[in-house]
Every structure is written in C-alpha cells, then in structure tokens.
C-alpha cells in the first residue's frame, strides 16, 4: 500500500527552527523527484523546496533560499526539511509530495503541483510568538 506521511510540524516562535520528515511505505523515494509544498488558504500550493533523485537538482523559493535546506536520507526512505530562521509568513500546512521527473526537466517542471502523482496529508507549521 502506497502511503506517505509528513511529521515534524508544530508551533515555533520567530526565528526558530523545526525539521519536517517525510517518509513513504510501499514504494522508494530515492528515485523520485521530491517536492516540499505550502498551501495558504484561498492561494495557489506554493512549491518551497525540491529535490531530483540522485540529488543532481535542487531548487528553493525565493522566500526561503538560504533559510530552508532538503535532503534525502535513502537509507530510511525519507526526505527532509529544515527549516532555519522561520517567519510568521512560513506558517502554513506543509506538504510533501513525489514525482517522477529528470533532474534536467528544470525549475518549471519541479515546481508544478501538477507534476507530482503523490502526496501527503500535510502538517501544520504555526510560526507565533
């Protein structure tokens, strides 16, 4: 059975940090496109952070470049978030979903909701002093 699960959200005060997780059953991640997404009520799912199996691309928001960092950890079939020096404008529910792309499809391609066959249930990130 397909299944992917998210964790690692929770409420943070400004500045501080939390690691989202997550982690699939019933299929790899290491040779899937991975995605990490944001979805504000009444917008558009915004892409924050992507990743091509084998690690050859990766691609962040402008809004989170340099604060935000993804990884794989093949060896337990999951992926990654930190996130550093959160904001009030982070909060959100944060989803984590796969793909099965290039590395060389490029950034359009990866971040496009719409390329993404699979994805989590989402966890909440409260950002609040």
């Known amino acids: 059975q397909l299944q992917r699960v998210e964790s690692g959200g929770g409420l943070v005060q400004p500045g501080g940090s939390l690691r989202l997780s997550c982690a699939a059953s019933?299929?790899?991640?290491?040779?899937?496109?991975i995605g990490w997404f944001r979805q504000v009520p009444g917008k558009e799912r915004e892409a924050v952070a992507c990743?091509?199996?084998?690690?050859?691309?990766?691609d962040y928001a402008r809004s989170v470049k340099g604060r935000f960092t993804v990884a794989r950890d093949n060896a337990k079939n999951s992926v990654t978030l930190r996130m550093n020096s959160l904001k009030p404008e982070d909060a959100d529910v944060y989803h984590c979903?796969?793909?099965?792309?290039?590395?060389?499809?490029?950034?359009?391609?990866?971040?496009?909701?719409?390329?993404?066959?699979?994805w989590g249930q989402g966890t909440q990130v409260t950002v609040s002093s």
């Open positions: 979903a796969a793909g099965t792309m290039s590395p060389f499809e490029g950034t359009t391609s990866y971040r496009s909701r719409f390329k993404y066959a699979y």
């Open positions: 019933g299929f790899t991640l290491d040779g899937r496109a």
């Open positions: 990743v091509s199996r084998g690690r050859l691309y990766s």
